[in-house]
């Protein structure tokens, strides 16, 4: 994972599906980030079928689709800092701290994760085209899926 590369989905399955049955259908879950490859999405599928609803029911997820623009993407991920004191959450471009790489609330030097750097960011983006982008397929042809522009114009 610290090098951009997505989790195996052998150990995902069973670390998603320990999630799902810990959290309950009713719970209204929301994994972020998964599925990732139109082939977690089947898995995914059968396996609430399987798990959670009776034969005759029929699983409908619905799937937001949150679409930025790469550049934007790309500012948004590289730019974001954390305090490692109070745990809050900075954008160099978009929500800077007052002082430059310090926390506004406690003075902390502030830290970049290392999975946010531009050198790890382009690769997860490129697989993200190659991998995800059928996902959004495979639920578009279900008829679930939902596009949301997700383009926020930030407030300085």
């Not at 049955?21 to 089947?42: N, S």
């Not at 997820?61 to 993407?73: A, H, S």
């Not at 960011?121 to 639920?139: F, G, N, S």
Request: aromatic share 8%.
């Amino acid at each position: 994972m610290e090098q951009g590369k997505l989790v195996p989905d052998e150990l995902l399955y069973g670390i998603v599906a320990d999630r799902l049955k810990e959290a309950g259908l009713r719970a209204r879950v929301h994994p972020d980030g998964f599925p990732r490859t139109a082939a977690q999405a089947g898995w995914l599928d059968a396996y609430l079928g399987r798990e959670f609803f009776e034969k005759s029911e029929k699983c409908s997820p619905v799937v937001i689709r949150m679409d930025v623009d790469y550049t934007q993407l790309l500012l948004r991920i590289s730019g974001r800092r954390s305090c490692p004191t109070c745990g809050r959450i900075y954008n160099l471009y978009f929500q800077p701290p007052r002082v430059d790489e310090l926390c506004d609330l406690d003075g902390s030097k502030l830290i970049q994760r290392n999975d946010d750097r531009e050198e790890v960011i382009r690769p997860r983006l490129e697989a993200y085209e190659i991998q995800t982008k059928p996902v959004a397929d495979y639920y578009q042809a279900q008829g679930c899926l939902i596009p949301l522009n997700a383009i926020v114009r930030w407030m300085k």
